[in-house]
Every structure is written in structure tokens, then in C-alpha cells.
Nanobody, 123 residues
Framework: QVQLVESGGGLVQAGGSLRLSCATSGRTFSSLHMAWFRQAPGKEREFVAAIPKSGLRIDYADSVKGRFTISRDNANKLLYLQMSSLKPEDTAVYFC????????????????WGQGTQVTVSS
């Protein structure tokens, strides 16, 4: 089993930036595909970005492409999400997820989840 702990959320003005982190334990980090999802109030959890264990291919939701950057630090077992040019519609709880086998945008297919970190963007 993989344990995931997100951090770095907070309140930021529109146009600002935040960097989220996800610390992992319980399994070799380099053996895991990793991703970020988010869930806004009253909405379903949605895909944000994913990075495979190889790090060679990265995928983004159209809504964040060009503004968000996902990256991983295998040596320190950390996943990051650098968010720039934030918009009020980016307000959500952001979740880190991991899986040794699945890589994609389907939420239910990912095996392990963190508790989430709140990001609030004010207009």
C-alpha cells in the first residue's frame, strides 16, 4: 500500500502561483505512475495532470495546459504540481494519486489517494 500526503495548498489571488507537493511512502516511488486530480464543491473529481513512472510522457487536462506543470523527484519520493496564472475556477481540493500499473484519466482506476489539500483562488 502507498501512503500519500499532499501539502502546499492555500489562498491566492487570481493570477498568482502555488506549488503543491505530494510525499509518498510504502512503495518504491519510481515504480509508481502518479497524477493530480481535483474536486470543486458540488462537482465530481476531475483529472488535472499525470506523469508516468518513466517520466517521459506527461498529460494535462485542457483546462490547465500551459499553466500547470507536473513533475516528480524520484530520489526524494515527491510529486509536484506547479500552478501559475491561477483562476477562480481552479478553486478545489487537489488530490495526489498513485498506481503501479494504471496510467490515465479515469479516477476510479487509480489505486491510492491522499487526503487532499485545499486551493482557493480569489478574484
Amino acid at each position: 500500500q502507498v501512503q500519500l500526503v499532499e501539502s502546499g495548498g492555500g489562498l491566492v489571488q487570481a493570477g498568482g502561483s502555488l506549488r503543491l507537493s505530494c510525499a509518498t511512502s510504502g512503495r518504491t516511488f519510481s515504480s509508481l505512475h502518479m497524477a493530480w486530480f481535483r474536486q470543486a464543491p458540488g462537482k465530481e473529481r476531475e483529472f488535472v495532470a499525470a506523469i508516468p513512472k518513466s517520466g517521459l510522457r506527461i498529460d494535462y487536462a485542457d483546462s490547465v495546459k500551459g499553466r500547470f506543470t507536473i513533475s516528480r523527484d524520484n530520489a526524494n519520493k515527491l510529486l509536484y504540481l506547479q500552478m501559475s496564472s491561477l483562476k477562480p475556477e481552479d478553486t478545489a481540493v487537489y488530490f495526489c494519486t498513485a498506481d503501479p500499473n494504471y496510467y490515465g484519466t479515469v479516477m476510479s482506476a487509480w489505486g491510492s489517494w491522499g487526503q487532499g489539500t485545499q486551493v482557493t483562488v480569489s478574484s
